[in-house]
């Protein structure tokens, strides 16, 4: 059974770099074409596809926040970690990861999500 | 990269059908048969219903079902139930490896 559980702080202030992890079983970050994905969702807005990093590690990031972002990889602790730096209260929303198979388009199993806000 | 419009709730009564529409641009719903769709129960986890515009998961009811034309995808439930009350999110891959979502929509059961 594959599961993804989201994990990190519910509060940051303004500037300050959020660090989230994504916690995972059912599945392995090394085998051939196994990869991991973060969207997130402000409140009222759309979903957005933020990052993903495959089991060759490679990375691909969404072009608008590129600068801020990291995503990376923990195999021996089955985690994805993603860091997000400079946050603004615009970034408050609900973080979700997802397993992302490399010769698919879309998003397969997904975490809950964890809500992050962003303030003073 | 702008988002997908979807249409903010749509409505239906038991066992009648109701379609949700995912409009974008040539350069992602309509440059690739890559739309997905997702169910999303609040405070559970987005659920994959239709994958590359009309496949369906294993195990994912067949009442779902999914087609596209030019720029606007579209999610049809047939025989709705009090289960399908959720919110339902379009995706579609954007070119370079980066993916746009939509706005989602809210399905109420009347």
């Known amino acids: 059974q594959i599961t993804l559980k989201e994990s990190g702080p519910t509060l940051v202030k303004p500037t300050q770099t959020l660090t989230l992890t994504c916690s995972f079983s059912g599945f392995s970050l090394t085998t051939n074409g196994v990869g991991v994905g973060w969207v997130r969702q402000s409140p009222g807005k759309a979903l957005e596809w933020l990052a993903l990093i495959y089991w060759n590690d490679y990375k691909r990031y969404i072009p608008s926040l590129k600068n801020r972002l990291t995503i990376s990889k923990d195999i021996s602790r089955n985690m994805v970690i993603l860091t997000m730096t400079d946050m603004d209260p615009v970034d408050t929303g609900t973080y979700y990861c997802?397993?992302?198979?490399?010769?698919?388009?879309?998003?397969?199993?997904w975490g809950q999500g964890t809500l992050v806000t962003v303030s003073s | 990269q702008s988002a997908l419009t979807q249409p903010r709730s749509v409505s239906g009564s038991p066992g009648r059908s109701v379609t949700i529409s995912c409009t974008g641009t040539?350069?992602?719903?309509?440059?690739?048969?890559?739309v997905s769709w997702y169910q999303h129960h609040p405070g559970k986890a987005p659920k994959i219903i239709i994958f590359?515009?009309?496949k369906r998961p294993s195990g994912v009811s067949h009442r779902f079902s999914g087609s596209k034309s030019a720029n606007t995808a579209s999610l049809t439930i047939s025989g709705l139930q009090a289960e399908d009350e959720a919110d339902y999110y379009c995706?579609?891959?954007?070119?370079?490896?980066?993916?746009?979502f939509g706005g989602g929509t809210t399905l109420t059961v009347l």
């Open positions: 590359d515009v009309t």
């Open positions: 040539n350069s992602d719903v309509g440059g690739y048969d890559f």
């Open positions: 997802s397993l992302k198979y490399y010769d698919f388009f879309h998003f397969d199993s």
């Open positions: 995706c579609s891959y954007a070119g370079s490896y980066t993916w746009v």
